[in-house]
């Protein structure tokens, strides 16, 4: 349907960032096709390494699923996205697809090893989160594909990661947020990911903040190293959430909190975590 309708056509998810945007008229599409339609859109499929998301899985079946919830990382990002209704609303597949920059799911994702598959017309091919979102609300997707599945990695045994994001209530995007996922061997981080979310047209993998706690002992001096490397990794634009300065110090004071977290949970502690609000 998007091949005979051409680029007035646009895809219909869950509906919670196309028809807001319509009602704005910033988008204003002559045709919807919508993908509520097609079955056996929506699952999540635990295979031996790999965790399958339909596209239209909703944020709130994979904080209800138990396989989602092996991976705390996901857990804490489905629970803290917006409020009930947009989570049993909104879809995976369209929040990768629209690539907000402050969108929940793309920073989290970006600590992960996750994989999107895309079906057009031509075929099929599978991409990389990061090579997919190229910009600020654009991804590789040509006009007639689709996402048709988000695929994560399961992270080895003694990983494990946290998401923190700051919002100034329960339903409005944050003001900044943070990812990471961290392997721990006793107090040594042996591997890390460190993703910052609404400091930058796309997320943010603050290169030198993984490097200041990789392969050292996690103390109030490698972590304080970190939570600089990330600051300064972070790029934000000043809006109503806040000024440049204020999202920069934010953004660092998550980044700590979200590594202590990880840690605990990468040891085998059981942390619940939610989203902090102003
Ligand atoms: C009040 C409110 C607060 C919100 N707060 C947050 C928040 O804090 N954090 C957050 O992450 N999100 C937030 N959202 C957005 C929400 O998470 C959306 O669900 C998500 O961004 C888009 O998913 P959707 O399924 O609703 O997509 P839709 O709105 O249906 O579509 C979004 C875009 O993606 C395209 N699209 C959809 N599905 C596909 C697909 N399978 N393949 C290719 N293109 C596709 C559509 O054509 C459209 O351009 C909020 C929304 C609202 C209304």
Same mark, same amino acid.
Request: net charge neutral; proline share 3%.
């Given at each position: 349907?998007?091949?005979?309708?051409?680029? =007035?056509?646009?895809?219909?998810?869950?509906?919670?960032?196309?028809?807001?945007?319509?009602?704005?008229?910033?988008?204003?599409?002559?045709?919807?096709?919508?993908?509520? /339609?097609?079955?056996?859109?929506?699952?999540?499929?635990?295979?031996?390494?790999?965790?399958?998301?339909?596209?239209?899985?909703?944020?709130?079946?994979?904080?209800?699923?138990?396989?989602?919830?092996?991976?705390?990382?996901?857990?804490?990002?489905?629970?803290?996205?917006? =409020?009930?209704?947009?989570?049993?609303?909104?879809?995976?597949?369209?929040?990768?697809?629209?690539?907000?920059?402050?969108?929940?799911?793309?920073?989290?994702?970006?600590?992960?090893?996750?994989?999107?598959?895309?079906?057009?017309? #031509?075929?099929?091919?599978?991409?990389?989160?990061?090579? /997919?979102?190229?910009?600020?609300? $654009?991804?590789?997707?040509?006009?007639?594909?689709?996402?048709?599945?988000?695929?994560?990695?399961?992270?080895?045994?003694?990983?494990?990661?946290?998401?923190?994001?700051? #919002?100034?209530?329960?339903?409005?995007?944050? $003001?900044?947020?943070?990812?990471?996922?961290?392997?721990?061997?006793? =107090?040594?981080?042996?591997?890390?990911?460190?993703?910052?979310?609404?400091?930058?047209?796309?997320?943010?993998?603050?290169?030198?903040?993984?490097?200041?706690?990789?392969?050292?002992?996690?103390?109030?001096?490698?972590?304080?190293?970190?939570?600089?490397?990330?600051?300064?990794?972070?790029?934000?634009?000043?809006?109503?959430?806040?000024?440049?300065?204020?999202?920069?110090?934010?953004?660092?004071?998550?980044?700590?909190?979200?590594?202590?977290?990880?840690?605990?949970?990468?040891?085998?502690?059981?942390?619940?975590?939610?989203?902090?609000?102003?």
């Amino acid at each position: 349907m998007l091949t005979q309708l051409g680029d =007035d056509a646009k895809l219909l998810a869950g509906g919670q960032s196309l028809i807001p945007l319509m009602k704005l008229r910033f988008a204003n599409p002559a045709h919807l096709v919508d993908l509520n /339609f097609i079955s056996g859109t929506s699952y999540i499929k635990e295979e031996k390494n790999t965790l399958r998301f339909g596209a239209l899985t909703r944020h709130a079946e994979i904080e209800a699923s138990a396989a989602a919830g092996k991976i705390p990382i996901l857990h804490d990002c489905a629970a803290g996205i917006a =409020d009930v209704q947009v989570r049993n609303r909104g879809t995976i597949g369209g929040s990768i697809a629209e690539a907000d920059p402050s969108g929940d799911w793309a920073a989290v994702l970006f600590t992960l090893s996750a994989e999107v598959r895309c079906l057009g017309s #031509k075929g099929e091919r599978t991409v990389s989160l990061s090579d /997919f979102i190229k910009d600020a609300y $654009t991804t590789v997707l040509a006009h007639d594909e689709l996402v048709s599945e988000v695929a994560v990695k399961t992270p080895s045994k003694g990983s494990a990661g946290a998401y923190l994001a700051f #919002k100034r209530s329960a339903p409005v995007y944050p $003001t900044a947020s943070a990812a990471v996922q961290l392997t721990m061997e006793g =107090d040594v981080c042996q591997e890390a990911a460190i993703a910052l979310g609404c400091v930058g047209l796309t997320p943010i993998r603050a290169k030198d903040a993984e490097a200041a706690i990789r392969g050292h002992v996690l103390t109030q001096k490698t972590m304080a190293d970190a939570v600089e490397a990330a600051r300064a990794a972070a790029d934000p634009q000043s809006d109503v959430r806040g000024s440049t300065d204020y999202k920069r110090a934010l953004v660092g004071g998550l980044v700590k909190r979200a590594i202590e977290i990880a840690a605990r949970r990468a040891r085998g502690e059981q942390v619940e975590v939610g989203h902090l609000y102003a």
